[in-house]
C-alpha cells in the first residue's frame, strides 16, 4: 500500500496475481474485472478446460478456481453473486449457495457490462444501454440510447451518481494518432442526452461550507491535442437552500516523455475530498474536489493500471497493472495537511483537508486563528473554528471559561450559547461541553431540551450529568447512566423505580456484580411472585449469579414452600450431581408438607442425585409404597414392601421385578408365593412370564415345583412354550398338561412343536397309558417312529388305532406300517385288505420296495391289475407288473413293446442280467441312449448297435460312439458301412452318418463309406455333395486318388475344389480342373502365383490369346522387374489399368522410353491428369523439349506445378523454366533463374512473386554471388518480417559481411514496417562492430528497442555507459547503480546516480553506494546522504559510518536527519558534539531530542575536563530522576543554584534536608537562605527552626517563618468558616427517597425495624439491610 505523501516513485503491490497461479496472458481488460476492492475475477484457460478464478481480497492467497466456459465474468461488489455472459445469455449465479438466481436472453449482443449498485447490473449494446435488477423477476429495463458520438468506439467504463439519476457511458477510439475520449452524459429526470470529449469521469457527493445538503458534482478529465484538462461541475439544480458550486476547470499536466498519455480511470477520495486520476502510462495526478488544486502527482506503474476501484478502508483507490500488480494508493493521514501546508505552501488547503476529514498537523493555524478572531470580538467566527478544528484541540475547558467571560449583550444569545449551538449542529459534545450546557438548561427548567439533545445523541453522557439530571428527573437520569455505564447509579436507578426484572439482564450485560441476595430479600418483602420470578433470572444462566442455596433459605425464612418448589424444579432442571442435596431438600419439604407434588416430582424421573435411601424412609412413611420400592435397595426393605401387594399397581409391581437382581427377584417370587400362593400365584406365573429369559426358566419351574402348583408351572410354561426353543420348557409343559388333563393341549404341542426331545415324549406317552392314544401317534408319525408304533399297537391290541392312524391321521405311512405288520407276521388277508382300504393315498414305490425288500412281490400283483384295469398310468404300478411279468415269463416281450407307462430305466436296468435282449427293447422304447449302447457293447450286439444309431439319426450320440477311446468303433463301423447304410434308403440317414463321420476326424473310414455310397452306382452315385466331399477327404487324406476322382467324376463343384486345391498345394490338380473347366484366367494364375513358371504362362497366353490373360501376366513379369516385357505385354492386352505401378516400375529402372510408348497409349485411353502429368515428366527425362512445350501448350490435365518441382528438384533447371513460366509461379521460377545464375530475372520473379520465401531464397543467392546491391533490394522486403530477421543476420553474419548487414539494417530504419527486432539487432551490431554509433542510435531509438536484449549485448561489449542508460530507460534501477559501482571510470555521472540511487527497490545498494562514494568520492558523501536520507535506515547507517571511522564526515547528514529523533543518529551526533567541545549545541540537542542512552552520556559527561559538560551530566541525571547523584555533582562543581534548583524539583524532603545540612556544614549561609526560599514546600519548619537557632541564623530563617505562619493562620480560618457552614446544614431536614411507597432504610441500623418473624425448618431471619439494594437492567 503506498502513501501519497511519501514522494518516491516507487510502488510495492500488496499482492501479485502471477503468484496465485494467474496466467500473465490472462491479465487483460478483457479477461480480468474488479467490480470493487472486494473480489477479482479472471478467466483462464488451462487446457481444454476453460476456467473463472475468483480471488476474495480478504483470503486472496486461497483463490476460488470454478469451471465456468463464459465470454465474461463480473462479481458482485458486496458479496459472492457471479454475473456470466455467454453471447447473448446472461446469468447469475449465488456461488455460496450453489444456485441460478436469474437468466435473461438478450436481443442483440452486449459489448460491455458493469455492477452499478449491489443488486443492478448495466448492459451496453452497439444502440442501447439498460439496467438489469437483481430483485425478483425483473427483465433489463431501457436507461436510453446510445449517442452517435460513440459509434466504433471501445467501451471502457459505465457510472452512475449515489442515486442513479445522472448517468455516464464512456469509450474511446483512436483517430489522428491518437486516443480520443468519447463520453455520454444522460439526465434520468430530464431524460436528456449530452456527449462530451473525455477520457474518464466519475460522480461524487460534496458538501460545501454552509450547505445544508451535499450537491452531486460531475468530475471528468480529458487529453485533447492542446493539453489535458479536469473539469468539476455540479450537476442538476442545487438543492433548497444550498449555494451552486462554482465550476472548476484546471491544466492537467503531462510530462515531455509522456506525449501520447491520456487518462484511463478517475475515483473519488469521499473521506479527504480528493480526486484520483490515473494515466495509461502509470501516472497519479491527485487534486482537492473542492478547488481542484494539484495536491500530488509521480508516476507509480511502469505499466498500464487497466482497471481501477475505489478502496473502502482507507478511501484510495486499487488497481491492478498488466503485470499483475495489485496496487493501493491512500492519502497518508499525519502527513497529508502538513505536505500541503509546507511543501505546497498552501495553508489554505491544509485547513480545509484538516476541517474536511478531521486531520492532524494544522493545530497551530487553528490556534493561531482562534485568538485572532477571539481578540477581534468576532465570537461567532472564532466559535465555528473552535468548533470546527480537528481532533477536538481547541474543545478545552480553556476555550469554554472563555467563552464564559464574555458577558451577553442585550438582545443577543451570550457566546457561549452560540458556541455551543454550532458544536450541536456539528456533532456531539464532549464531557465537559454537555454538563457546562446543562447546568444552566435544567436551571431554566427545560428538561425537554435534555431530552432531545439525549434522543439525537448530541451529548456525551458521563456519571456527573446523570447526578446533575437526576434533581429534576430520575428516569431522564436513567438514561444518562446508562449511556454513560455506570452501573452501580443504573441499578439504584432501577430498584428505586420497581423495574427489577431489567436488574439481572443489565448486570449481566455490562459485566456488574451487585449484592443479589440482598436484592431478593428486598423484592420478596413486596411480592413474592416477583420474587420467585427475580430468582429464576438470577439462576438461569450456566454459572448462577448467587448461591441456590441462599436462595432457597430466602423463601424458607417466609414459609414459601409453592413458590421454594417452583424455583427448585427450574434451577435444577439440569440434573447436575453437585446438586444432590437440593434436590434432596425438595423432595424433603413436599414428603412432609405435599406428598402429591413429590410423587409428581419422582414420577417425572427429574432428579438421580438426591439421597435415595432417606427419601426412600420418607415415600414409605408417607403412603408411598411403589415411590418406597423404587428408591430400596436391601432385599429385607423390598420383601417387608413388596408382600403388600394390594396395595400397588400390578403392572408397575410387574415392571418393578425387571429392576431387581436375578437373586433378589427369585427371593420376592419366593416371599409372594409363601405369603399368599392363592392371592399371588397370577401375580408370579405373569413376572415369571415376563422375565424369564433374565431369571433362569430352570430356576422358575424349579420354583413352581417346590409349591407343587403345576396349575401355576402349566400356565407359566403355556405362556412361553410357544416362543422358547428349550426341549426340556416343552417336555415339562406337556408333563403339566398331561398332569392337568389339558389331553387337548398335549395333542396342539405334539402336533405342533418343533423343540421337544421326540424320543423323551415318545416314551413319556407310553409310560403315561392315556386313554387317547392320538399324542403317541402324532409323535411316532411326524418323527418316523411308525415301526415302533405299530409294534406297540399291535402288541398292546390296539389295532384299531393302527386303522385310524392310516385312514385318518396319515393315509401316506401305509408302506411303513405294511412293513411292520409283515416283520410281526400278520395274515396276508388283514394286509390286503388295509391296502384296499386306503388305496390311491400312498407312494406305489415305497409300497413295492417295502413288499420287494421281503421277497412277498407278488402279493401285490391283484391289487396291480386292478389299478391297471382301471386305468392307471402311474409308472411304478407298471414297472411293478413288468417285473412280475419278466420273473414269471408271462409274455415280457410283448408287454415291454406295447405298454406305454413304464419306465425304461428302471425296468431294462432290471431285465439287463435276465435278458439282454429285453433290455435292449426296454431301452430303445425309452430312447436310453447310454444304457442301450453299454449293453450292446457288453453283449456284443453290434448290429443291433449300428442299426440304432442309423435310425436315431443324432450327431452327439455318433460322436460319443465313434470317440477313439471306444475299443468297440471298429466292429461298429464295420456293420454300419457293411449292414446299416446298405439297408437305409433315407438321405437324412445317410447325410447324419457321413456327417458323424467327418466329425470324429474319420478320413479313411469316410472313404470307405463314400466309395460303397458313390461309386457303387447306388442311388447316390449322381449326388454333388457327395462327389465333393469324396474329393475333398481325398484331398485330406489321399492325394494320389484326387487325380483319379478328378477325372471319373464330373458332377461336382469345379471352381471351389480347385481353390481347395490350391491351398492345399495341389496346383497341378487344380490346373487341370480350370483347364478342364475352361477358367483360363484362374489357370494363368495357378501358373504363375503358384507354379511359378512365366515361360509355360507366356506360351498359354499365346494359346488362349485374352486380354484378361495378357492383363495377369503383364501384372506378375511387372512384379518379377521385367518391365519392358511387361509394358508389351500390357500394351498386347490393351490394358492401362496399372499406369501408377506401370510408372513406378520404369520410374524405378529408367525405362522412359517404353514408359513414353505406354504412356501415350494410356493417354489415348483415358486423358487422366496423373497420365498426362507423368507423361510430361517422362518427356523432360528423355530431354524432349519441344514435344513436352507442345504439350503443356496443348489442352492437357497434367499438374504443371507439380512437374516442374519434380523437375526442379533434379536438376533440370531448362524444363522446370518452361513449367514455371507455364503457370505463372514466379516463386519457383525465381528459384529456378538463381540455379541457371540469372540474378536480375530472378529479382524480377521475386518481385511479381512477393513471397518471403522467394525473396530469402533470392538474397541468400545473391549474399553467395556477391551481388550485394541485388541482395539489398531483396533483404528490405525480409527484414519487415521479425520471423525472418534473425535468419538473414546470421546469414550475413556466417560469411562475415557485418558492413552490408549494418547498411541494409540502416536502409530499413525508414521503412513503415519498420519494427523493434530490426531497431534491437542494429543496435547489437553496433555493438559488435561499431561501438561509437550505439550510444546516437540507443538516444533516438531507445523506446523502440528491445532492451533486455540489448542489454546483454551492451554487457558483452563493455560498454557500460550505455548498458547503465538502458538500465535506467527499463527501470531496473539496481542493476544501473550496480554497473556505476563497479565501473565508475566509464558508467558514473554523479546528477545520473542521484536520479538513479533514489529509485532502486533494493536497500542494501544504499548501503554499497555510500561505500562507493566513500572510496570515490568521499567530498559528494553528504549530498548523496541528502538525497537517500527518506529511505535510509538511520541506525544501520551510523552503524556503517561508525565502522569505518567515518562520522565527522557525515555530520551535516546527522544534522539534518536528527528531527527523526533516532537513537543511533542522537549518540553519534552527541559524541561529535562532545568531541568538539560544543556544549551549547550538545545541549540544545539533548534539549530537543531525547531519543538516546541518557544514563550512559551522564556517566561519560561526568568525567570531563570541562565544567559545562560536567553540568550538562547533572541536567541529565535530573532528567532521569536520579536526584542524589545529580545534587552530588552540582555539589562538588559549586553549581549551588543548580543543586537547589534539582532539590526542588524531585519534591524529595530527605535530599532537600541533606542539602540544607550540607551548607551549614560549608559555611554557606547565603545558600541556606536561597535553600529556605528554592526548597519552601519541602523543609519542615521545626526542623528550620532547629537548624536556625543551633547555626545562629534566625535572622536569615525569620523570612521562611513569617510565610510559614501566614499559611497555618490562613488553614485555620478555612476550617472555621466551614465548621459553621456545617452546623447551619444540620437543621436543615432532607426528605428520603421511597422505594415501592416505603421508606428506604439507608441509616437505620438492625434495631430500626420490627423484630424479625421465626421461620420454620430451622430458619432464621436474615438482619436488616445496611445498604440500598442494587439493581441491573440489560439496555
Not at 232 to 248: D, L, R, S, T, Y
Not at 379 to 386: D, R
Not at 1540 to 1546: G, I, K, P, V
Request: hydrophobic residues 40%; proline residues 4%; aromatic residues 10%.
Amino acid at each position: 500500500m503506498t502513501s501519497l505523501c511519501h514522494l518516491s516513485g516507487d510502488v510495492i503491490p500488496f499482492l501479485q496475481l502471477q503468484n496465485l497461479g494467474i496466467n500473465p496472458a490472462n491479465i487483460g481488460f478483457s479477461t480480468l474485472t474488479m467490480e470493487s476492492d472486494k473480489f477479482i475475477c479472471v478467466r483462464e484457460k488451462v487446457g481444454e478446460q476453460a476456467q473463472v478464478v475468483i480471488i476474495d481480497m480478504s483470503e486472496p492467497m486461497v483463490p476460488i478456481r470454478r469451471p465456468i466456459s463464459a465470454e465474461s465474468a463480473i462479481m458482485n461488489p458486496a458479496s459472492k453473486v457471479i454475473a456470466l455472459k455467454a453471447g447473448k445469455t446472461l446469468q447469475i449465479f449465488n456461488i455460496e449457495m450453489k444456485s441460478k438466481m436469474k437468466s435473461h436472453t438478450m436481443a442483440e449482443e452486449v459489448i460491455f457490462w458493469k455492477w452499478v449498485s449491489v443488486n443492478t447490473v448495466a448492459l451496453v449494446t452497439e444502440t442501447t444501454v439498460y439496467h438489469w435488477s437483481m430483485e425478483g423477476d425483473s427483465q433489463p429495463v431501457k436507461m436510453f440510447d446510445r449517442h452517435a458520438s460513440l459509434s466504433g468506439c471501445q467501451m471502457i467504463h459505465y457510472r452512475t451518481d449515489e442515486y442513479q439519476k445522472w448517468l455516464l457511458l464512456i469509450g474511446i477510439s483512436a483517430q489522428q494518432n491518437r486516443v480520443v475520449g468519447a463520453m455520454q452524459l444522460y439526465s434520468v429526470d430530464r431524460k436528456v442526452s449530452q456527449p462530451i470529449e473525455g477520457h474518464a469521469a466519475a460522480f461524487a457527493e460534496f458538501k460545501s461550507e454552509g450547505n445544508t445538503k451535499p450537491a452531486t458534482l460531475f468530475c471528468f478529465a480529458v487529453r485533447s491535442p492542446t493539453g489535458g484538462k479536469l473539469h468539476i461541475i455540479e450537476v442538476g439544480q442545487p438543492a433548497a437552500g444550498n449555494q451552486p458550486f462554482v465550476k472548476k476547470a484546471v491544466d492537467v499536466f503531462f510530462p515531455p516523455e509522456a506525449q501520447t498519455d491520456f487518462p484511463v480511470a478517475m475515483q473519488i477520495g469521499a473521506k479527504h475530498g480528493v480526486i484520483y486520476l490515473i494515466t495509461k502510462y502509470g501516472y497519479l495526478h491527485l487534486y482537492d474536489l473542492e478547488s481542484g488544486v494539484c495536491i500530488y502527482m509521480n508516476r507509480i506503474s511502469a505499466d498500464t493500471i487497466f482497471v481501477t476501484a475505489p478502496h473502502e478502508p482507507t478511501s484510495g483507490i486499487i488497481g491492478v497493472n498488466k503485470k499483475g500488480q495489485v496496487l493501493s494508493i491512500c492519502v497518508e493521514e499525519d502527513n497529508i495537511v502538513n505536505y500541503a501546508t509546507t511543501v505546497l505552501q498552501n495553508p489554505d488547503l491544509g485547513l480545509r483537508l484538516a476541517i474536511r476529514s478531521n486531520l492532524a498537523g494544522a493545530e497551530e493555524l487553528f490556534v493561531r486563528k482562534f485568538s485572532t478572531l477571539f481578540a477581534q470580538g468576532s465570537y461567532a467566527e472564532a466559535a465555528k473554528v473552535a468548533a470546527s478544528a480537528p481532533k477536538g484541540v481547541l474543545r478545552t475547558s480553556d476555550t469554554v471559561r472563555k467563552f464564559q467571560s464574555i458577558p451577553a449583550q442585550p438582545g443577543q444569545a451570550s457566546p457561549l450559547l452560540q458556541y455551543f449551538g454550532i458544536l450541536l449542529d456539528q456533532g456531539q459534545l464532549n464531557k465537559l461541553e454537555s454538563l457546562e450546557l446543562c447546568r444552566p438548561v435544567l436551571q431554566q427548567g427545560r428538561k425537554q431540551l435534555l431530552e432531545k439533545w439525549l434522543k439525537e445523541d448530541k451529548l456525551e453522557c458521563s456519571e456527573e450529568l446523570g447526578d446533575l439530571v437526576k434533581t429534576a428527573d430520575p428516569t431522564l437520569a436513567l438514561s444518562v447512566y446508562l449511556r454513560a455505564n455506570v452501573p452501580s447509579k443504573v441499578i439504584q436507578c432501577f430498584a428505586e423505580t420497581g423495574q427489577f426484572q431489567k436488574i439481572v439482564l443489565y448486570a449481566k450485560k455490562v459485566g456488574y456484580v451487585p449484592d443479589w441476595i440482598f436484592l431478593l430479600r428486598s423484592v420478596m418483602r413486596i411480592s413474592p411472585d416477583q420474587g420467585l420470578q427475580f430468582s429464576q433470572m438470577l439462576v438461569r444462566e450456566e454459572e448462577p449469579l448467587a448461591n441456590i442455596d441462599q436462595i432457597v433459605d430466602v423463601f424458607m425464612e417466609n414459609s414459601l414452600i409453592q413458590q421454594c418448589t417452583s424455583f427448585l424444579l427450574d434451577a435444577l432442571k439440569n440434573n447436575r450431581p453437585a446438586e444432590g442435596h437440593l434436590q434432596t431438600r425438595l423432595l424433603e419439604m413436599n414428603l412432609i408438607h405435599a406428598p402429591q407434588v413429590a410423587d409428581a416430582i419422582l414420577g417425572n424421573q427429574m432428579f438421580t442425585h438426591y439421597d435415595r435411601a432417606h427419601i426412600a424412609q420418607l415415600c414409605e412413611k408417607a403412603g408411598l409404597l411403589q415411590r418406597a420400592l423404587e428408591h430400596y435397595t436391601d432385599l429385607y426393605d423390598i420383601k417387608r414392601a413388596v408382600v403388600h401387594t394390594h396395595l400397588l399397581n400390578p403392572e408397575w409391581l410387574i415392571s418393578f421385578f425387571g429392576s431387581l437382581s436375578v437373586e433378589d427377584s427369585l427371593a420376592c417370587l419366593h416371599a409372594l408365593l409363601s405369603a399368599s400362593i392363592r392371592q399371588n400365584l397370577q401375580l408370579c406365573v405373569q413376572v415369571a412370564s415376563k422375565y424369564h429369559e433374565q431369571l433362569g426358566t430352570q430356576s422358575l419351574v424349579e420354583l413352581f415345583e417346590s409349591f407343587k402348583s403345576y396349575e401355576g408351572l402349566f400356565y407359566f410354561l403355556g405362556s412361553i412354550v410357544n416362543f422358547s426353543q428349550d426341549p426340556d420348557v416343552h417336555l415339562k409343559y406337556i408333563q403339566a398338561a398331561c398332569k392337568t388333563g389339558q389331553i387337548k393341549e398335549v395333542e396342539r404341542i405334539c402336533r405342533e412343536s418343533n423343540c421337544y426331545n421326540p424320543e423323551r415324549v415318545k416314551n413319556f406317552l407310553k409310560e403315561a397309558k392315556l386313554t387317547d392314544q392320538l399324542p403317541l401317534i402324532i409323535v411316532c408319525d411326524r418323527f418316523d417312529f411308525v415301526h415302533d408304533l405299530v409294534l406297540y399297537l399291535y402288541r398292546n391290541n390296539l389295532q384299531k388305532y393302527i386303522e385310524i392312524y392310516v385312514q385318518k391321521v396319515n393315509p401316506s405311512r401305509i408302506p411303513a406300517v405294511v412293513g411292520g405288520l409283515l416283520d410281526v407276521d400278520c395274515s396276508e388277508e388283514v394286509i390286503k385288505n388295509l391296502i384296499m382300504v386306503v388305496r390311491g393315498q400312498f407312494s406305489t414305490d415305497e409300497l413295492v420296495a417295502e413288499v420287494e425288500k421281503r421277497n412277498r412281490l407278488k402279493l401285490l400283483l391283484p391289487w396291480l391289475e386292478s389299478r391297471s384295469h382301471e386305468g392307471c398310468e402311474e409308472p411304478a404300478t407298471h414297472n411293478a407288473l413288468a417285473k412280475i411279468y419278466i420273473d414269471s415269463n408271462n409274455s415280457p416281450e410283448r408287454f415291454l413293446r406295447e405298454n406305454a407307462y413304464y419306465d425304461s430305466r428302471v425296468v431294462g436296468r432290471y431285465c439287463e442280467k435276465r435278458d439282454p435282449h429285453l433290455a435292449c427293447v426296454a431301452y430303445e422304447r425309452g430312447q436310453c441312449d447310454l444304457e442301450l449302447i453299454k449293453v450292446c457293447n457288453e453283449n456284443s450286439l453290434f448290429k443291433s448297435e449300428a442299426r440304432y444309431l442309423v435310425r436315431r439319426k443324432d450327431p452327439e450320440l455318433w460322436a460319443h460312439v465313434l470317440e477313439e477311446t471306444n475299443p468297440s468303433r471298429r466292429q461298429l463301423i464295420d456293420q454300419v458301412v457293411q449292414t446299416a447304410l446298405s439297408e437305409t434308403q433315407d438321405p437324412e440317414e445317410v447325410s447324419v452318418t457321413v456327417k458323424a463321420f467327418m466329425t470324429a476326424d474319420l478320413p479313411n473310414e469316410l472313404i470307405e463309406l463314400l466309395e460303397k455310397i458313390v461309386l457303387d452306382n447306388s442311388v447316390f452315385s449322381e449326388h454333388r455333395n457327395l462327389q465333393n466331399l469324396l474329393i475333398l477327404t481325398a484331398i485330406k487324406a489321399d492325394r494320389t486318388r484326387v487325380m483319379e476322382y478328378i477325372s471319373r467324376l464330373d458332377n461336382y463343384d469345379a471352381p471351389d475344389i480347385a481353390n481347395i486345391a490350391v491351398s492345399s498345394a495341389l496346383y497341378e490338380e487344380a490346373f487341370a480342373i480350370f483347364r478342364k473347366f475352361d477358367v483360363n484366367a484362374s489357370a494363368i494364375q495357378v501358373l504363375i502365383e503358384h507354379i511359378g513358371n512365366l515361360d509355360r504362362a507366356y506360351e498359354f497366353a499365346e494359346r488362349c490369346n485374352e486380354p484378361a490373360v495378357w492383363s495377369q501376366l503383364a501384372r506378375a513379369q511387372l512384379q518379377k522387374d521385367l518391365v519392358k516385357e511387361s509394358i508389351d505385354s500390357y500394351i498386347r492386352a490393351d490394358d492401362p489399368s496399372s499406369y501408377l505401378e506401370v510408372v513406378q516400375a520404369a520410374s524405378k529402372s529408367n525405362n522412359w522410353e517404353d514408359l513414353v510408348k505406354f504412356l501415350q497409349m494410356a493417354r489415348k485411353k483415358g486423358r487422366e491428369s496423373y497420365v498426362e502429368t507423368e507423361l510430361i515428366f517422362a518427356l523432360a527425362k528423355t530431354s524432349r523439349l519441344s514435344e513436352l512445350e507442345d504439350c503443356i501448350n496443348g489442352p492437357n490435365n497434367a499438374h504443371i506445378q507439380q512437374v516442374g518441382d519434380r523437375c526442379y528438384e533434379e536438376g533440370m533447371y531448362e524444363a522446370a523454366k518452361l513449367l514455371y513460366s507455364s503457370v505463372s509461379n514466379f516463386a519457383r521460377l525465381a528459384s529456378t533463374l538463381v540455379h541457371l545464375g540469372e540474378y536480375q530475372a530472378a529479382v524480377d520473379s521475386s518481385r511479381k512473386a512477393n513471397s518471403t520465401r522467394t525473396w530469402k531464397e533470392v538474397c541468400f543467392a545473391c549474399v553467395d554471388g556477391q551481388e550485394f546491391r541485388l541482395a539489398q533490394l531483396c533483404g528490405l522486403h525480409i527484414v519487415i518480417h521479425a520471423d525472418e530477421l534473425e535468419e538473414l543476420i546470421h546469414y550475413y553474419q556466417d560469411r562475415g559481411y557485418f558492413e552490408e548487414l549494418i547498411s541494409l539494417l540502416e536502409a530499413a530504419l525508414g521503412l513503415e514496417r519498420a519494427h523493434m527486432g530490426m531497431f534491437t539487432e542494429l543496435a547489437i551490431l553496433y555493438s559488435k562492430f561499431k561501438p561509437q554509433k550505439m550510444p546516437e542510435h540507443l538516444e533516438l531509438f531507445w523506446s523502440r528497442v528491445n532492451i533486455p536484449k540489448v542489454l546483454r549485448a551492451a554487457e558483452q561489449a563493455h560498454l557500460w555507459a550505455e548498458l547503465v542508460f538502458l538500465y535506467d530507460k527499463y527501470e531496473e534501477y539496481d542493476n544501473a547503480v550496480l554497473t556505476m559501482i563497479n565501473h565508475p571510470t566509464d558508467a558514473w555521472r554523479e546528477g545520473q546516480f542521484k536520479d538513479v540511487i533514489a529509485k532502486v527497490a533494493n536497500v542494501e545498494l544504499y548501503y554499497k553506494a555510500l561505500q562507493f562514494y566513500l572510496d570515490y568520492k568521499p567530498l559528494l558523501l553528504n549530498d548523496l546522504l541528502l538525497v537517500l536520507a527518506p529511505r535510509l535506515d538511520h541506525t544501520r547507517t551510523v552503524g556503517f559510518f561508525s565502522k569505518a571511522g567515518q562520522l565527522p564526515l557525515v555530520k551535516p547528514y546527522l544534522r539534518s536527519v536528527q528531527s527523526h529523533n533516532n537513537k543511533s543518529v542522537n549518540e553519534a551526533l552527541n559524541h561529535l558534539l562532545t568531541e568538539e567541545e560544543d556544549y551549547q549545541g550538545l545541549r540544545a540537542s539533548i534539549d530537543a531530542y531525547d531519543n538516546f542512552d541518557n544514563i550512559a552520556l551522564a556517566q561519560r559527561l561526568e568525567k570531563h575536563q570541562l565544567i559545562e559538560f560536567r553540568r550538562i551530566a547533572a541536567y541529565l541525571y535530573k532528567g532521569n530522576s536520579r536526584w542524589a547523584q545529580s545534587v552530588e555533582l552540582c555539589k562538588k562543581d559549586h553549581l549551588y543554584k543548580d543543586a537547589m534548583q534539582h532539590a526542588a524539583e524531585s519534591r524529595d524532603a530527605e535530599l532537600a534536608e541533606k542539602l540544607l545540612q550540607w551548607f551549614l556544614e560549608e559555611g554557606k549561609r547565603e545558600c541556606f537562605a536561597a535553600s529556605l526560599f528554592t526548597c519552601y514546600d519541602l523543609l519542615p519548619p521545626d526542623v528550620v527552626l532547629e537548624l536556625a537557632w543551633r547555626h545562629n541564623l534566625v535572622d536569615l530563617a525569620m523570612p521562611y517563618f513569617i510565610q510559614v505562619m501566614r499559611e497555618y493562620l490562613s488553614k485555620v480560618d478555612r476550617l472555621d468558616a466551614s465548621e459553621s457552614l456545617r452546623k447551619r446544614e444540620e437543621h436543615v431536614v432532607e426528605p428520603a427517597p421511597l422505594l415501592f411507597g416505603q421508606q428506604l432504610m439507608l441509616t437505620a441500623g438492625p434495631a430500626a425495624g420490627p423484630a424479625p418473624a421465626g421461620f420454620p425448618y430451622g430458619y432464621t431471619a436474615a438482619p436488616a439491610f445496611a445498604q440500598p439494594p442494587v439493581y441491573g437492567f440489560s439496555v
